[in-house]
């Protein structure tokens, strides 16, 4: 696993299977997980938060814990 905080860049649903996994959810569930093309995640410990700039600038529109 990860120890310290680490930068992961990669494509939509790798980011939401790792979202799946960093949440404890089951890996079905990680096409439900809606990350919008051009988003940032920011995963920490049980929780997750979408930034997209869509959303009118760095705005959390997502998050999940």
């Known amino acids: 696993g990860l120890d310290r905080p680490t930068i992961i860049v990669t494509h939509g649903i790798t980011l939401r299977v790792l979202c799946a996994l960093a ?9 439900a997980i809606t990350i919008p093309q051009g988003s940032l ?4 410990g049980h929780r997750f938060e979408v930034v997209s700039p869509q959303a009118g600038g760095l ?3 997502h998050a999940s814990g």
């Open 41 to 44: 995640a920011r995963v920490a």
């Open 23 to 31: 949440l404890g959810r089951d890996l079905t569930e990680a096409g």
């Open 59 to 61: 705005r959390a529109i």
